[in-house]
């Protein structure tokens, strides 16, 4: 079945460098992509939609310059968090939107990556 | 405004036992409902997935209904195993509107499973 991954799952960093964060479509061509944040015991809230080829689309209060997402394929999408600072430590989830073999279009969450900046 | 609510915040009931997770949305105009399940630090995993013309849907020990009149949904676990602790998701696709992914979020029902 369709498989959303991200990589790393776990980072640690020091304030002031940047991270990046990939996000791949496993047996299926994600047509868009999407970038959440989730902080503790609340939902995830979608930072930027992102479409292969294009221009990502931000969500009102998200920086782009901040958060820079290339997508540079309909398998990948990368989020950079460029100058992390401690409140940039959240859990980012990707999601995949696309058509898997023999089902309807549907959204596939990744696992999730926990920033650390400390 | 485009909202989904989930009862109760939380929940623990003892393993073996069944619960019902509840979830009302004013989202409009309504494409599908789906329920996920996230476990702690982890991404949420689809359960179940319906459309406007489907009121019952299972996966295994996870039935959820909808009734698209009073927009409600339910979500119904049987026989409960402790892995079945986590939060579990509501989650309402619009034809448009919502954020750009369409999609409106409810906050999550946490669930814990005691031996």
């Known amino acids: 079945g369709a498989v959303v991954s991200q990589h790393p799952s776990r980072v640690i960093c020091k304030s002031g460098t940047s991270v990046k964060i990939e996000c791949r479509s496993l047996?299926?061509?994600?047509?868009?992509m999407f970038w959440y944040r989730q902080f503790p015991k609340q939902s995830l809230m979608l930072m930027a939609t992102?479409?292969?080829?294009?221009?990502?689309?931000?969500e009102q209060g998200v920086e782009k310059d901040k958060f820079l997402i290339n997508h540079a394929s309909l398998t990948l999408s990368t989020l950079t968090v460029t100058s992390a600072h401690p409140e940039d430590s959240s859990f980012y989830i990707c999601?995949?939107?696309?058509?898997?073999?023999?089902?309807?279009?549907?959204?596939?969450f990744g696992p999730g990556t926990r920033l650390l900046v400390l | 405004k485009n909202q989904v609510e989930q009862s109760p915040q939380s929940l623990i009931i003892l393993e073996g036992k069944n619960c019902t997770l509840q979830?009302?949305?004013?989202?409009?105009?309504?494409?599908?409902l789906r329920w996920y399940k996230q476990d702690t630090g982890r991404g949420p995993v689809s359960l179940t997935i319906?459309?406007?013309?489907?009121n019952t849907k299972s996966n295994g020990r996870y039935t959820a209904t909808l009734d698209a009149d009073t927009k409600q949904s339910s979500l119904h676990i049987t026989a409960s195993q402790l892995s079945d602790s986590a939060s579990y998701i509501c989650?309402?696709?619009?034809?448009?509107?919502?954020?750009?992914?369409?999609?409106?979020f409810g906050k999550g029902t946490h669930l814990i499973i005691q031996p």
């Open positions: 999601s995949a939107r696309g058509v898997s073999s023999g089902e309807v279009e549907t959204q596939y």
């Open positions: 047996d299926f061509q994600a047509t868009t």
């Open positions: 992102s479409n292969e080829g294009s221009k990502a689309t931000y």
């Open positions: 979830c009302n949305y004013t989202v409009s105009p309504f494409s599908n």
């Open positions: 319906m459309t406007f013309s489907e």
């Open positions: 989650v309402v696709s619009a034809i448009r509107g919502g954020g750009a992914d369409g999609l409106t």
